[in-house]
């Protein structure tokens, strides 16, 4: 199964796609997090990703598509992967489909988890995560079991993204419905996506996921 979960800042893209990743033991591919490795290792794509980023805006598409054409040719998607933040612009969704011909692969389903811009804010504002596994958490919304112990790996030092903050998340909820929306319609036009509310707790959204997920599978 190959699909897309599509969505703004915060909406939940990753918190379900690691759900998904062990439900259905195929791999999440985050675009965000393959940047911020790509930063961290202080790379040339990295130096340029790490500006526009802290500002919120998206890192150039000739990158990222050379990014994910090289990602998806790795023995670990064979059996399927969940995209998650790519495709994010229309020339992105637009690569993508002319490389999934190239390597005789289809996308299957795309989720569109929709939010509003509020939760999106609130989502962002809490999130950190674990600073040695990357489990996601939230201030609110997903605590740790224990308190200041990571429920997956046991760490007790967590981090929050540098653009995790309210300047930013202006600049990204922009970039999202400038940039990122029309791809809903360009895949409304190949029939693609299923909506999903994701407005519900974790699990709910999960459940709605994954039903959606099991009729695509069935059809
Ligand atoms: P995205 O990948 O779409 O940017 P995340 O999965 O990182 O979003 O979720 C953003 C934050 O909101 C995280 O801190 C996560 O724990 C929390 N979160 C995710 N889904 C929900 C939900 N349905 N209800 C409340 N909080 C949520
Ligand atoms: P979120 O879901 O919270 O927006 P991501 O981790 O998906 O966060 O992305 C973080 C940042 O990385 C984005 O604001 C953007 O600068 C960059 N980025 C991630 N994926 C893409 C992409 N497909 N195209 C362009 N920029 C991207
Ligand atoms: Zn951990």
Avoid: W
Wanted: glycine share 10%.
């Amino acid at each position: 199964m190959n699909l897309v979960l599509l969505g703004p800042p915060g909406s939940g893209k990753g918190t379900q796609a690691k759900r998904l990743q062990e439900r259905l033991g195929i791999v999440q591919l985050s675009t965000g997090e393959m940047l911020r490795a790509e930063v961290a290792a202080g790379s040339e794509i990295g130096r340029t990703a790490d500006t526009l980023m802290k500002a919120g805006h998206l890192v150039p598409d000739s990158i990222i598509i050379d990014i994910m054409d090289k990602r998806l040719d790795q023995a670990d998607c064979a059996p399927g992967f969940i995209l998650d933040g790519f495709p994010r612009t229309v020339p992105q969704a637009t690569a993508l489909e002319v490389m999934l011909d190239a390597k005789k692969l289809k996308l299957d389903v795309v989720v569109s988890i929709e939010v509003d811009d509020e939760a999106m804010i609130a989502r962002i504002s809490g999130r950190y995560s674990c600073a040695k596994c990357g489990a996601g958490y939230h201030d609110l919304f997903q605590l740790p079991k224990v308190s200041g112990v990571c429920d997956t790996c046991g760490g007790v030092e967590f981090v929050r993204r540098k653009d995790d903050n309210a300047e930013t998340v202006r600049e990204r909820l922009k970039a999202y419905h400038a940039q990122t929306k029309p791809i809903i319609a360009f895949y409304d036009e190949r029939g693609l996506v299923k909506r999903v509310d994701g407005m519900g707790p974790i699990d709910e959204v999960t459940e709605k996921v994954q039903s959606v997920i099991d009729k695509q599978a069935m059809s």
